[in-house]
Nanobody
Framework: QVQLVESGGGLVQAGGSLRLSCAAS????????MNWYRQAPGKQRELVAT???????NYADSVKGRFTISRDNAKNMVYLQMASLKPEDTAVYYC?????????WGKGTLVTVSS
């Protein structure tokens, strides 16, 4: 059974930093790309960052230069280091992977950035 569990969210002032973590189980973690999405109140869920099984990364334009995605295949963990946070980064952040064609999601972790 695939499980994704996010942690690390919280309240931070604008300009601050947070690191989100996602623990994965039930998959051959090193073989699959991992993604971070976010959903702000009243908005659609959007892709924030992707890391391939080979370690290549891709970012939404809105977070380029501020967020860094990384993975630790030995620990089945994916991380999102967020810096220079802005109020518009406030959202629930979700870990995601597509495994055998099925999208799996964690329950999310709330990030609130105060101005």
């Amino acid at each position: 059974q695939v499980q994704l569990v996010e942690s690390g969210g919280g309240l931070v002032q604008a300009g601050g930093s947070l690191r989100l973590s996602c623990a994965a189980s039930g998959i051959i973690f090193s073989a699959y790309a991992m993604n971070w999405y976010r959903q702000a109140p009243g908005k659609q869920r959007e892709l924030v960052a992707t890391i391939t099984n080979g370690g290549r990364t891709n970012y939404a334009d809105s977070v380029k230069g501020r967020f860094t995605i990384s993975r630790d295949n030995a620990k089945n963990m994916v991380y999102l280091q967020m810096a220079s946070l802005k109020p518009e980064d406030t959202a629930v952040y979700y870990c995601n992977t597509k495994y055998y064609g099925i999208d799996y999601w964690g329950k999310g972790t709330l990030v609130t950035v105060s101005s």
